[in-house]
């Protein structure tokens, strides 16, 4: 069994930046891949953005382009996503997710096997 812990969500004023971290523990892992999602209250879930666990390429919503870089650290198990830029429609619980398989879409919700809890991501105006 894999678990995944979120940190580093909080209060940030419009035009700020955090920086989120997912640390993976369990059993050897070896994802295909990790994803950001994310949850405003009433919407449904959305992808963020994603990685391959082997060479690092990156995947991207459209809407974070430019102002989000997600990346990670095969040896620490751990994905980091940066906010920069942040906007009050940024405000959302943030989850991360692990992939083990290749063949879906990146913004896939089924594509994911683990889940983390969420962390909260507030963004003032």
């Known amino acids: 069994q894999v678990q995944l812990v979120e940190s580093g969500g909080g209060l940030v004023q419009a035009g700020g930046s955090l920086r989120l971290s997912c640390a993976a523990s369990?059993?050897?892992?070896?994802?295909?891949?990790m994803g950001w999602f994310r949850q405003a209250p009433g919407k449904e879930r959305e992808f963020v953005a994603g990685v391959r666990w082997i060479g690092g390429i990156p995947y991207y919503a459209e809407f974070v382009k430019g102002r989000f870089t997600i990346s990670r650290d095969t040896a620490m198990n751990t994905v980091y996503l940066q906010m920069n830029s942040l906007k009050p429609e940024d405000t959302a619980v943030y989850y991360c997710a692990a992939r083990m398989n290749y063949g879906s879409r990146w913004s896939d919700i089924s594509a994911y096997d683990y889940w983390g809890q969420g962390t909260q991501v507030t963004v003032s105006s």
């Open positions: 369990g059993r050897t892992f070896s994802p295909y891949g």
